[in-house]
């Protein structure tokens, strides 16, 4: 990746310069949400403790937040960003040391200590904040909060913020890389006809007057965008899993008419955790909970608070994403949105570039569901059919440090790629094994595409990097030329990154090892190759 370079502006504290990269301008501003500038680099976030009170009828927020913090370098009268996007609005800002001064700077609130900071010492700031937060034009797709009515006419509220980032509602440390450590305690407060649901367990609900606050708490760190409170008129149904660790705690919470339809098609979660425990482990947050929450949007995987809107039907809004007829077969947001519970909520980026590490391997998962609720002949189908989806537009990989994300193929393409390393290492406990270290090693931790990579490759014993390189960072698939002539077969790649090292088994047991340069083997028998299609190759016959 190649180093991006730009020019910070000091006048009368941040004026917003701009970041240049290629045919592409990224503001001062992309940069101060999407890199760890010297505004973040020295502190570090252990807790959120906040309220939110959200008004229907204005469709406005309010509430406060604090935040507790680690120093982890020594610094002096240094400069605090909390970002808080317009045009929501800081009111009093508090902290548990001195303040020289602090401003809301577009989307950031911009705190100048008046101090000498020590590494390892702690503290804590608290904003209070409010506003008619962006409305959703269509979540989850574009980030805002949704103001709408249920099917009965009752109010039913909850944001959506994975790509815009959880501070167009509330003021946080707005970066992927710095999850709080301790977890959340999540108010929320709600007219005592509604229901407010969050994040963890709900561990008290007070009602004061026509007001009524419950109280959720998560234990574990979490990503900031899994951060969402949901209001609505909900009733709530209970089971448990006997999982890895002991007994999940399974806990829904659906809108009053929708309770007879979640009982039964929420019987699915079961399957879905006992597949994805066999393949990734244990689910990374039994002190928290597994939940699935109705939402006014399609879903979102919102760790230990899973929003669901498939309308309790299978398919992907009863449609098949695959065309093959597999997809119908499970619900696809009870199966996706969880799958996110191991790769994106208990294995984050640190970047949003490389969000492929959340979406690639969760629509892998849905293969690997199928192969456990079904059979294997039916996972290959369904993965070989995703590639339907696949536009080859542009790499993975998105442009760091400026919350940029990279294509949506990190979704079909992506999986596709961990279904051909599958092919390569030939052994699919050891692979299932590696998806199992992948969550035990990095649990509950931020990574880079680079850990990532490493990891497989080391766990494989097999250099992969130029395979990641092929498919995370070009728009090229390799094509596989051949020609065939009696028990001879002669072949190339083309289309590829230079040296790809990715050997490919033909007729069940044989490995050849193709380059860009024409080579030729000899077949075990005359009869025409017999190519896998589980690679995620073209192959051209060229005779």
Same mark, same amino acid.
Request: net charge neutral.
């Given at each position: 990746?190649?180093?991006?370079?730009?020019?910070?502006?000091?006048?009368?504290?941040?004026?917003?310069?701009?970041?240049?990269?290629?045919?592409?301008?990224?503001?001062?501003?992309?940069?101060?949400?999407?890199?760890?500038?010297?505004?973040?680099?020295?502190?570090?976030?252990?807790?959120?403790?906040?309220?939110?009170?959200?008004?229907?009828?204005?469709?406005?927020?309010?509430?406060?937040?604090?935040?507790?913090?680690?120093?982890?370098?020594?610094?002096?009268?240094?400069?605090?960003?909390?970002?808080?996007?317009?045009?929501?609005?800081?009111?009093?800002?508090?902290?548990?040391?001195?303040?020289?001064?602090?401003?809301?700077?577009?989307?950031?609130?911009?705190?100048?200590?008046?101090?000498?900071?020590?590494?390892?010492?702690?503290?804590?700031?608290?904003?209070?904040?409010?506003?008619?937060?962006?409305?959703?034009?269509?979540?989850?797709?574009?980030?805002?909060?949704?103001?709408?009515?249920?099917?009965?006419?009752?109010?039913?509220?909850?944001?959506?913020?994975?790509?815009?980032?959880?501070?167009?509602?509330?003021?946080?440390?707005?970066?992927?890389?710095?999850?709080?450590?301790?977890?959340?305690?999540?108010?929320?407060?709600?007219?005592?006809?509604?229901?407010?649901?969050?994040?963890?367990?709900?561990?008290?609900?007070?009602?004061?007057?026509?007001?009524?606050?419950?109280?959720?708490?998560?234990?574990?760190?979490?990503?900031?965008?899994?951060?969402?409170?949901?209001?609505?008129?909900?009733?709530?149904?209970?089971?448990?899993?006997?999982?890895?660790?002991?007994?999940?705690?399974?806990?829904?919470?659906?809108?009053?008419?929708?309770?007879?339809?979640?009982?039964? =098609?929420?019987? =699915?979660?079961?399957?879905?955790?006992?597949?994805?425990?066999?393949?990734?482990?244990?689910?990374?947050?039994?002190?928290?909970?597994?939940?699935?929450?109705?939402?006014?949007?399609?879903?979102?995987?919102?760790?230990?608070?899973?929003?669901?809107?498939?309308?309790?039907?299978?398919?992907?809004?009863?449609?098949?994403?695959?065309?093959?007829?597999?997809?119908?077969?499970?619900?696809?947001?009870?199966?996706?949105?969880?799958?996110?519970?191991?790769?994106?909520?208990?294995?984050?980026?640190?970047?949003?570039?490389?969000?492929?590490?959340?979406?690639?391997?969760?629509?892998?998962?849905?293969?690997?569901?199928?192969?456990?609720?079904?059979?294997?002949?039916?996972?290959?189908?369904?993965?070989?059919?995703?590639?339907?989806?696949?536009?080859?537009?542009?790499?993975?990989?998105?442009?760091?440090?400026?919350?940029?994300?990279?294509?949506?193929?990190?979704?079909?393409?992506?999986?596709?790629?961990?279904?051909?390393?599958?092919?390569?290492?030939?052994?699919?406990?050891?692979?299932?094994?590696?998806?199992?270290?992948?969550?035990?090693?990095?649990?509950?931790?931020?990574?880079?595409?680079?850990?990532?990579?490493?990891?497989?490759?080391?766990?494989?014993?097999?250099?992969?990097?130029?395979?990641?390189?092929?498919?995370?960072?070009?728009?090229?698939?390799?094509?596989?030329?051949?020609?065939?002539?009696?028990?001879?077969?002669?072949?190339?790649?083309?289309?590829?990154?230079?040296?790809?090292?990715?050997?490919?088994?033909?007729?069940?047991?044989?490995?050849?090892?193709?380059?860009?340069?024409?080579?030729?083997?000899?077949?075990?028998?005359?009869?025409?190759?017999?190519?896998?299609?589980?690679?995620?190759?073209?192959?051209?016959?060229?005779?």
């Amino acid at each position: 990746m190649k180093k991006l370079s730009y020019t910070l502006l000091f006048v009368s504290g941040i004026a917003f310069g701009q970041l240049f990269e290629k045919d592409k301008v990224y503001s001062k501003q992309d940069t101060l949400k999407g890199s760890n500038t010297q505004f973040r680099n020295f502190w570090d976030v252990k807790k959120y403790d906040f309220s939110v009170e959200p008004d229907f009828e204005q469709k406005s927020i309010k509430g406060t937040n604090k935040i507790s913090f680690q120093i982890i370098k020594d610094v002096t009268n240094p400069v605090f960003q909390i970002d808080l996007q317009q045009p929501m609005k800081a009111g009093k800002v508090t902290a548990s040391f001195p303040i020289a001064n602090y401003k809301q700077d577009g989307d950031f609130i911009l705190i100048t200590a008046k101090k000498k900071f020590k590494k390892g010492e702690k503290y804590t700031i608290d904003v209070d904040y409010s506003g008619n937060p962006l409305i959703a034009q269509n979540a989850p797709w574009d980030g805002g909060w949704v103001f709408t009515k249920d099917e009965k006419g009752h109010p039913w509220m909850s944001p959506a913020v994975q790509g815009i980032g959880s501070s167009i509602w509330l003021p946080t440390k707005d970066i992927w890389s710095d999850e709080p450590d301790n977890g959340i305690v999540m108010k929320i407060i709600t007219p005592n006809d509604l229901v407010g649901i969050g994040n963890g367990r709900l561990i008290d609900k007070k009602t004061t007057g026509n007001k009524t606050t419950y109280t959720w708490e998560v234990k574990n760190p979490i990503n900031d965008y899994s951060i969402i409170p949901n209001i609505g008129k909900y009733v709530n149904f209970k089971d448990t899993f006997d999982g890895e660790k002991g007994k999940l705690d399974l806990d829904y919470w659906v809108l009053d008419y929708n309770l007879e339809k979640a009982k039964k =098609q929420f019987e =699915q979660v079961k399957p879905m955790l006992s597949a994805f425990e066999h393949w990734f482990g244990p689910y990374p947050f039994y002190e928290d909970s597994y939940k699935l929450v109705d939402s006014p949007y399609l879903g979102m995987e919102h760790q230990s608070n899973v929003a669901y809107g498939n309308g309790y039907q299978n398919g992907y809004r009863g449609k098949d994403l695959s065309g093959t007829g597999v997809g119908l077969k499970w619900d696809y947001i009870i199966i996706h949105e969880s799958g996110h519970e191991w790769f994106a909520n208990n294995i984050t980026a640190k970047d949003e570039a490389d969000m492929w590490i959340h979406e690639s391997f969760t629509m892998y998962s849905e293969v690997l569901f199928t192969e456990n609720y079904l059979d294997k002949k039916s996972a290959d189908l369904y993965l070989i059919g995703i590639r339907g989806n696949i536009h080859n537009d542009i790499p993975i990989i998105g442009k760091y440090g400026v919350r940029n994300e990279g294509s949506g193929d990190m979704y079909p393409k992506g999986a596709n790629m961990l279904h051909t390393i599958r092919q390569v290492i030939n052994n699919d406990e050891k692979f299932r094994q590696i998806l199992r270290g992948l969550g035990k090693d990095f649990y509950h931790q931020t990574v880079t595409t680079k850990q990532i990579e490493d990891y497989i490759s080391s766990k494989a014993g097999i250099d992969f990097s130029t395979v990641f390189d092929q498919y995370l960072r070009t728009i090229k698939i390799p094509t596989l030329e051949y020609s065939q002539n009696g028990d001879t077969l002669k072949f190339r790649y083309t289309d590829v990154v230079k040296n790809l090292k990715l050997p490919v088994i033909i007729n069940g047991d044989q490995t050849i090892n193709p380059t860009e340069e024409w080579q030729a083997v000899k077949l075990k028998k005359n009869t025409p190759v017999e190519w896998n299609k589980n690679y995620y190759i073209n192959y051209l016959n060229v005779q």
